[in-house]
């Protein structure tokens, strides 16, 4: 450093900047690069004055908030990096959140709450007058109610017909869309059920004008090939806004049910059966679930349990004469699962049925939860629990997501089925659930007609005219499809099963249902018709790219006026209603995935639904190694090559093109980038992850002990366990030896219970140990305390961040690049120059782009459920 920096700079910043260049240095940063990221530090001490006790605390967070700026290396262009990041972060931290010096201006959350409190206001000022006679309710007739109604009614709809249907310029337009877009702004923060009642009306009113638009305004009837490619997509557009629809009168009000105590006198509780269908999976993971059973709280002479093989196998026999339970097995497997479980029924004499996968392990408190609505409702034919599981499918393991980001069940199981419930429409899903035995009779049993069999009983039940409820609370927990190929087959079964459901017992027709069930099951089976419109979507600009086909008959600046408010709007309603159970835009990866194997058998059973046969899906595999499933990502290679051929395609018409069709060209190129990404995601989830643990471990924080062999016991923390081992965390943990014997000592209300158990490693203030052999009682037990406990799974609703939109799109942005990233390391070599400097390239574009910072760690109370 040269004198007069020295004069100029206090000694010990002196120091820091010389430390900080030699440190540039000696990584391998340039001589200009370390000279530039010194002058910058140099003019931060100047002009920022960095001693002071503001700064000092943002930059002993600094890794917090530039995440992505290393201190070690510097780049040439950091300074601008550092730049963008702090504009970012000034944008999206509320106030207080760093400091005095970043508050940001926040003047639309001001805004909203001045509104909002004006509104809160308004009554108040009103003065309190005499005490009226409260009128009854029968000087309003039913008739007067019902004219209100049909007046009003009629009202909102000829409003809402003159917004859906009403031209307008392109200004007006504009000037439309604005407005909406402002009071959804307005309104999308405030709490309560209101605001989203309210983005879901801006939604449709948005929908319901584009659809119009696109079917009175942009169909090319003058070119045959323009007419076929926009009445295809057109096709795809009114089915997803169909499904849009529904889904918001489906989840508008989700029921949220709470359970009902049972009776104190226990001589009045009912009998029930518990019946474990199992074909051919292994007994290591049938045990778990049988153990679980024999200790639910509930009299032991009023449970039956009975283990249904279908496999008829001796070792199965066996186990269950050892254990206590009852076995049934069949000559022939007709009717598969279905059939199992009618052949148990003309066995069984219980009033109450309950039906667990041989995966799924109850919980001790699963009939006590459930069975107190029978009692309340004389009516009700079945109850569901949610479908919960320990062990991580292949987005959560092959994408790194595991309780990051809602699994795809958990919009089903969180939101859909409570949202169904208020219409009495929650249905059985074949596990997790109590049904009413006489009930089962007067409906001939589990249907067999179709190979969604679970949906279709339910589907009966409600015809004869019964109830059904569902319970959002956990209550077992079983093991997740261990493949991308095992968890597209069982997707496959139900989406054909579903519309076999359609097609053979159509909701929307025939006698027993009110209207709120016909659109709620229509909905549920619709859903599976995806494929054939995702498909569309994927390849839809690829028509206007290569075959100069206009599938939207429209100038580009009328597409951008009504396509982006009708997506824009679509995704802050869904993302307020959806958003903790499912993130934006990660529907696009899971129905991606799907759509080309859905699209198949959901169209032959359309026309012939007796087509296909029942497949069970396999739990507990492994992965030895790493691994692309080549074919099952063999269709979105073909897809994203199509795209990019449209790409090229679209660059070259850019500068050789037509100049009026600039603005379509370059809509079409957005949505193909979209395409590509979307399609990037779904390369990534066929790259298999390494999965050998078979015995999935499962993260908890709970009391326990170490017991030696000479008698001393220490304290020690449980932090994961599996049915065949358990991690601790002790302070005295160097004590303990590899090899060595120790007894794990669990509590189980005010019992304690010993396991026998070896130290398998020592790390830190962590061991391993492994559970030693046990009899039978003891590993009743142990899964007792540790599966079975009856808040085992109770806090998954809480595990997940609350969703970000565009927080959301960078994350499905950054798996697309991923999924090509991971392509790029298994690329033929003659290729590899050409893809490793696209790569660079594209690095070098995304390390601009401003990074959220990381989310306060979840403290260990959340036990989150996790697969190491």
Known sequence: MSGLLRAFLMPPVATVLQNRYRLYRQNGTSFFTAVLMVFCATMGWLLLRFESPVWQRIRAERFRWYPHLSTMHPRPLDPLRYLLQTLWLLLIIPNGGVSERTVVRDWPQRLRKKVHDWLNAIPLRFPPGPLKEKVPRGRVTGIAKRLMMILGGTVAVVMAMFCISQPFGYLAQFIFVMLLWSIAMLVRRIPGRFPALMLIVLSLTISCRYLWWRYTSTLNWDDPVSLICGLLLLAAETYSWTVLVLGYFQTIWPLNRKPVPMPEDISIWPTVDLLVPTYNEALSVVKPTLYAALGLDWPKEKLTIWLLDDGNRPEFAAFAREIGVKYIARATNENAKAGNINNALTQCQSELVAIFDCDHVPTRSFLQLTVGWFFKDKKLGMLQTPHHFFSADPFERNLGRMRRTPNEGELFYGLVQDGNDLWDASFFCGSCAVLRRSVLYEIGGIAVETVTEDAHTSLRMHRHGYTSAYIRIPQAAGLATESLSAHVNQRIRWARGMIQIFRLDNPLFGKGLKLAQRLCYANAMLHFLAGIPRLIFLTAPLAFLLLHAYIIYAPALAIALYVLPHMIHASLATSRVQGKYRH?????????????????????????????????????????????????????????????????????????????????????????????????????????????????????????????????????????????????????????????????????????????????????????????????????????????????????????????????????????????????????????????????????????????PPLPVQPKESTLMMMK
């Not at 269709?635 to 600039?662: K, T």
């Not at 798996?815 to 070599?829: S, T, V």
């Open 584 to 852: 934006s835009f990660w529907s696009e990866i899971y129905e991606t995935v799907l759509a080309w194997y859905i699209a198949r058998p959901t169209t032959v059973a359309l026309f012939n639904p007796h087509a296909g046969t029942f497949n069970v899906t396999a739990k507990g595999g492994k992965n030895h190694h790493d691994f692309v499933d080549w074919k099952i990502s063999r269709p979105y290679q073909i897809l994203m090559l199509l795209n990019l051929v449209g790409f090229v395609v679209g660059i070259w018409r850019l500068v050789y093109g037509h100049a009026d069709e600039y603005y379509t060209v370059l809509i079409s190129l957005a949505w193909v980038i979209y395409n590509m990404i979307i399609l990037g995601g779904a390369i990534a989830v066929a790259f298999e992850s390494k999965q050998v643990r078979q015995a999935h471990r499962v993260e908890v924080s709970m009391p326990a002990a170490l017991a030696r062999t000479e008698g001393h016991v220490y304290a020690c923390t449980l932090q994961d366990f599996s049915d065949s081992g358990a991690g601790i965390k002790t302070e005295n943990a160097a004590l303990f030896q590899p090899g060595e014997s120790v007894m794990l000592l669990l509590h189980r209300g005010q019992q304690e219970y010993a396991f026998p158990c070896s130290v398998s490693r020592v790390f830190g203030h962590h061991v391993g140990i492994q559970l030693q052999q046990m009899n039978t009682q003891q590993q009743i037990d142990f899964i007792q305390c540790t599966f079975a406990r009856a808040d085992s799974w109770v806090v998954r609703k809480d595990s997940f961040p609350e969703d970000k939109p565009l927080e959301s799109l960078r994350e499905v942005l950054g798996l697309g690049l991923r999924g090509y990233l991971r392509m790029l390391d298994i690329a033929p070599h003659r290729y590899r120059t050409i893809l490793a400097r696209t790569n660079t390239l594209s690095r070098w574009v995304i390390s601009f782009l401003p990074r959220n």
